[in-house]
């Protein structure tokens, strides 16, 4: 099949994502499982509401080694460890939404709980709205491979899943295909804007 054809749903995705402001500017970075040992990876810098296929380019998930004179997403560490780690996720998004960043930033502790919202089901697995949903939130860093070993080192003893947050920063999250993904991503964002308001709320 041919490349562009391929990766047609994940530029599809970037465009959705673009359209909900969740990747302002030149924010987030998106890609998707090619074979077993590599992944398509948006290039660094672009606005990802505005890409086309060429705009990917393609990451060996184990050397996070590119095609010469590109430059991939600054934050391809962060997916490498994730198609390493999980061999049933097919794409990863990252975002940049106001509600990720506030959230994140609002949370003090190491995880967001997330309880009573029926929209929880929309995360695959989840059948209770009285279950608790997890999201790990980690300090941010500009130093990926040192955040890529405190989320590898967090995830050893409490394995993660559907995302995690980084403070101040956003949300990172999966899916075995990219509409798993998208609906992981969109029933994410949806929590943690129910969530920051009826934090705001409690708060009065
Ligand atoms: C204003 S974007 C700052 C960098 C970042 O967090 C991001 O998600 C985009 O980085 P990339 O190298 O993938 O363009
Ligand atoms: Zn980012």
Redesign the pocket.
């Known amino acids: 099949m041919a490349e562009n054809m391929q990766l047609a749903e994940l530029v599809g995705a970037c465009r959705w994502i673009g359209a909900r402001v969740w990747s302002p500017?030149?924010?987030?970075?998106m890609s998707q499982r090619r074979g077993a040992r590599s992944c398509y990876i948006?290039e660094?810098?672009?606005d990802?509401g505005h890409l086309d296929a060429d705009d990917f380019l393609t990451v060996d998930i184990h050397t996070g080694s590119a095609q010469p004179g590109r430059r991939p997403?600054?934050?391809t560490g962060l997916h490498t460890f994730l198609y390493r780690r999980f061999p049933d996720v097919g794409c990863v998004l990252?975002t940049?939404s106001v509600s990720a960043t506030v959230l994140s930033l609002a949370e003090q502790g190491s995880a967001l709980r997330l309880s009573g919202y029926e929209m929880q089901k929309s995360l695959t697995g989840q059948t209770d709205h009285r279950e608790e949903v997890t999201i790990a939130v980690f300090d941010n860093s500009q130093d990926i491979p040192a955040l890529v070993q405190r989320i590898a080192r967090h995830d050893a003893i409490t394995p993660l899943r559907y995302g995690f947050l980084t403070r101040g920063?956003?949300l990172t999250c999966w899916g075995r295909d990219v509409r798993e993904a998208r609906r992981h991503l969109e029933g994410l964002e949806f929590l943690f804007e129910c969530e920051w308001r009826r934090r705001l709320l409690e708060a009065r």
């Open positions: 500017a030149t924010g987030g970075n948006t660094s810098g672009l990802k997403s600054a934050e990252h940049h920063h956003g």
